[in-house]
């Protein structure tokens, strides 16, 4: 009877400590990714990431413009982002590819006027996400 007390006691005590987005199935331990938490999204119906997909989207809108060259025209291209919002929620430039400097340069200022938010989660610690988003002007 002392044994089974001592089990149940140690069994209890264990799942106190247990993480936040971590599963155990059997001999398999799975862990649950969570997105960043834009600011606003805290308190919506939406899931987080449509949320965060969607204050990407309206970020990006808002400012976005055109690079021009020395001469006033429009500068027209392709560029691509990659990027992650980190274990502070600030989003980090990894990678920037293009054909135009300008164009990489412009791409590189949207993505980092992001706003400081919620850092993404993994097993119920913060983590950095990855992103990549493509740019045509």
């Known amino acids: 009877m002392k044994n089974v007390l001592i089990f149940a006691f140690l069994l209890l005590a264990a799942a106190g400590y247990s993480?936040?987005?971590v599963n155990f199935?059997?001999?398999t331990v799975t862990t649950k990714e969570l997105p960043p938490?834009?600011?606003g999204c805290e308190e919506t119906t939406k899931t987080s990431k449509a949320c965060f997909h969607e204050k990407l989207t309206e970020h990006l809108k808002e400012h976005y413009r055109f690079p021009k060259d020395a001469d006033g025209n429009i500068i027209r291209?392709?560029?691509v982002v990659s990027f992650i919002i980190?274990?502070?929620g600030n989003p980090v430039i990894t990678k920037v590819e293009g054909p135009k400097k300008e164009l990489n340069e412009e791409a590189k200022r949207i993505i980092l006027a992001i706003?400081?938010?919620?850092p993404g989660e993994l097993?119920?610690?913060p983590t950095a996400i990855k992103y990549k988003v493509p740019f045509t002007f």
């Open 123 to 125: 097993a119920g610690k």
């Open 25 to 27: 199935s059997k001999n």
């Open 19 to 21: 993480q936040e987005g």
């Open 37 to 39: 938490v834009w600011p």
């Open 115 to 118: 706003p400081r938010m919620t």
């Open 77 to 79: 291209g392709r560029s």
């Open 86 to 88: 980190n274990e502070e």
